[in-house]
């Protein structure tokens, strides 16, 4: 009831902008600022002075954008902008990273974070998910991801809201807004779509392309020419915007366009490409994977790709005087996409060059289209500043909308891909070994040979490569976000360690905590593998006695217990506390860290030289917390005999963990499904009571015998004289 209880406990924000601010010289986040404005705004911002003279404006990010990350808190960064837009100074304030914590140097941290000054991304929008300026610290992938989406996508928000960057007549006043005229609708041909600007053409030549490569600074990509021609036509590609009524009836005839509009939602855009010459901009991964790799739609700072659900082929453009295009598309803008029909956009072409089996280089050329004025109306006065409003409070309500760009765990878990696919085989495989123990078991060389190997794709893919080793943090995180607001997103930041987590909690109804912590966790797995070593080279083993083994293994629990209090008094002193884990320094940093840490995962890893899984058994509050709900399975897999614990007590002592009572119950708690004991069951060799029963059936005579008839193998007959017989002569 006391656990219930804490998860209607809500914590309160832990600062502002005006807190931070306090604590924070302007010359920190702006170089030569002496101070701070009046706040203003919503979202807030402060105007920064030097002298008499503004400079720029600070505003803290979570009070712009989303920037929760593995902690479920907001990484609170004040962000200094001039009066242009380019970002001046950016300053870490608060946070409550576990990695960042107790693991990862701040120093790193602050080297990514300045990374971003010099940036300028209302100058500059970014085109589609920039990649960050500098590489991404090892082992706290996701914390750096949210803090580079987060000053991106809060420095767009804040230039919009603000108009910063704007000339200050055009701040005063909201741009007019414009939108497509319906009613004008009349048919063109191809050169007066041309003239006007309806159809927009890109044209680049094979020297276009190679000096494009040069500029890039890559004089391998200009040498791989797909022609010796410098003049041969590269590719010639047209685009329009024919949901415009007018290009569209123009290009694609009456029938196509009107299925066209039939299929548009409400304020859908469709975007026409024709295309010829050497290259082609549809490639081929849209065939693979659906998607139009070689064309991204570029609209402001937003950016998408079409998939094969959003095309059409065409086999020609229906307007007068146009040519044929071997390659015509028709593509729908996605539903999900906000894309402003009066706006201009850029078509931008990705060009790629293969210089050998492995390495390719990419450069981009862009198509500029904008609708002719023509086609368009303005929006009233009144309709403007009422979208001003909306755009103003959807900025407050916590940054950009969503809808304009894929979410950040959308676009891991689209990175992740391949590693995700690796784990679902390597989970599955697993649960074909648990679903058929049985068979494995009565073949121990290969089981013993499967379970090495396995422990090694643990320790070496999953923990070296991946970085993917569960910890008591997550525990208490998930604890704290119930508590505190509990959104997915938080949890989806990091795929691998999501569904290693939804894998743990499933296979936790079946195996308890064995599935996880006997073969899924690579600082186990290490342990283990070193263990074997050890007894390779002849180390002696301590075996513990069973009742001095089970009160030790208590003190993982009230370890777990206390951090989980701790949490719930200060979730950022109680990860300091969790160190006592030391699967960061080991599987997570590599050791490469202060040597107190080292120190003590080397003295944990020693003993487990002497004692099997000497930290798994005693001190992992991670396993604790996994062996509580251990009683909630909902099956019994491990199969045992009657006379196990009485007489037999091998499986008890051979038991690599401690895990079977004396009596011969297995204690589920303790259990990792190792299934050493399973291997013992079917053996006939060493299981005592497959010895007795193959013993006794081996001194059974054989059906069809004498003996199994109940006579005597053998009879002797012996024959008397009568007389000696006397009076029992007959």
Not at 618 to 627: D, E, F, I, S, T
Not at 683 to 695: D, G, N, S
């Amino acid at each position: 009831m006391l656990l219930l209880s804490c998860l209607f406990v809500v914590s309160a924000r832990a600062g502002t902008l005006t807190d931070f601010l306090s604590g924070t010289p302007a010359a920190e986040v702006v170089p030569g600022a002496d101070r701070y404005g009046a706040v203003e705004g919503k979202p807030p911002v402060v105007p920064v002075y030097a002298g008499d003279k503004q400079v720029g404006y600070v505003y803290l990010n979570s009070d712009v954008v989303n920037t929760a990350g593995y902690s479920s808190k907001p990484i609170d960064i004040l962000i200094g902008l001039s009066m242009d837009g380019e970002i001046l100074g950016a300053k870490l304030v608060e946070h409550h990273e576990p990695i960042v914590l107790i693991g990862i140097p701040i120093g790193k941290i602050t080297h990514f974070i300045d990374g971003y000054i010099g940036l300028n991304f209302v100058k500059n929008p970014p085109a589609g998910r920039m990649k960050p300026p500098v590489d991404i610290v090892s082992g706290a992938t996701v914390t750096l991801m949210v803090i580079g989406d987060s000053i991106t996508r809060s420095a767009i928000a804040m230039a919009r809201v603000h108009g910063i960057g704007r000339p200050a007549e055009q701040q005063q006043t909201s741009a007019p807004q414009w939108r497509i005229n319906p009613d004008l609708q009349e048919k063109l041909s191809w050169d007066a779509l041309l003239g006007d600007g309806s159809v927009r053409r890109l044209q680049l030549s094979v020297g276009d392309v190679n000096q494009g490569f040069l500029k890039a600074d890559n004089a391998a990509a200009a040498a791989h020419v797909e022609s010796d021609d410098p003049q041969e036509l590269f590719i010639e590609m047209y685009a329009a915007q024919v949901s415009v009524p007018s290009i569209g009836q123009s290009l694609l005839g009456d029938a196509v366009y009107q299925r066209l509009q039939s299929r548009l939602k409400p304020g859908q855009q469709a975007i026409l490409v024709a295309g010829q010459g050497l290259y082609s901009f549809k490639g081929s991964g849209y065939v693979r994977g659906g998607i139009f790799d070689r064309i991204e739609m570029v609209q402001g700072d937003r950016s998408f790709r079409f998939r094969d659900r959003n095309h059409q082929r065409l086999n020609n453009i229906m307007a007068e005087g146009a040519p044929h295009f071997p390659e015509v598309a028709l593509f729908v803008v996605p539903e999900d996409q906000v894309f402003d029909a009066a706006a201009p956009w850029q078509l931008q072409l990705l060009i790629q060059r293969t210089l050998s089996v492995s390495e390719k280089a990419f450069i981009t050329m862009d198509l500029a289209y904008e609708v002719p004025q023509r086609y368009l109306l303005e929006v009233a006065a009144p309709a403007q500043a009422g979208a001003a409003q909306a755009s103003a409070a959807t900025q407050a309500s916590g940054g950009w909308d969503e809808g304009e760009d894929s979410p950040l765990w959308k676009q891991m878990w689209a990175a992740k891909i391949v590693q995700l696919s690796v784990l679902g085989v390597a989970l599955f495989v697993l649960t074909l070994v648990f679903f058929a123990q049985n068979w494995f078991a009565r073949h121990p060389v290969f089981y013993d040979r499967f379970r090495l190997a396995y422990l090694s794709f643990t320790l070496f893919w999953l923990g070296g490569y991946c970085v993917a080793q569960l910890s008591v943090v997550n525990v208490l995180t998930f604890t704290h976000a119930l508590r505190t607001g509990f959104q997915w997103e938080y949890f989806l930041m990091d795929p691998i360690v999501f569904v290693l987590w939804c894998a743990t909690a499933v296979s936790g109804l079946f195996w308890n905590r064995g599935a996880f912590c006997g073969w899924l966790c690579p600082f186990g797995a290490l342990q283990e593998l070193l263990n074997r070593l050890a007894r390779l080279v002849k180390i002696p083993q301590l075996k513990i006695p069973y009742f001095v083994s089970e009160r030790m293994a208590a003190m993982k629990y009230v370890i777990f217990l206390i951090l989980f209090g701790l949490s719930l008094y200060d979730l950022g002193f109680a990860e300091k506390m969790s160190e006592v884990e030391p699967f960061k320094t080991s599987i997570i940093l590599k050791f490469v860290r202060e040597w107190p840490f080292v120190l003590f995962a080397l003295i944990l890893l020693g003993l487990g030289l002497f004692v099997e899984r000497f930290y798994c058994r005693y001190v992992c509050p991670l396993g604790a917390a996994l062996a509580i709900p251990a009683r909630l399975r909902l099956f019994d897999w491990l199969r045992r005999y009657r006379e196990c614990g009485d007489p037999c007590q091998r499986c008890a002592i051979e038991c690599p963990v401690n895990a079977i009572h004396p009596e011969g119950h297995i204690n589920p708690n303790e259990c990792i499904q190792c299934l050493n004991c399973q291997v013992l069951y079917h053996h006939k060799q060493k299981c005592p009571h497959l010895i007795k029963k193959h013993a006794k059936r081996a001194k059974k005579p054989a059906p069809g015998t004498a003996a199994a008839q109940g006579m005597p193998e053998a009879v002797e007959l012996k024959f008397v004289p009568k007389e000696q017989l006397g009076s029992a002569g007959n």
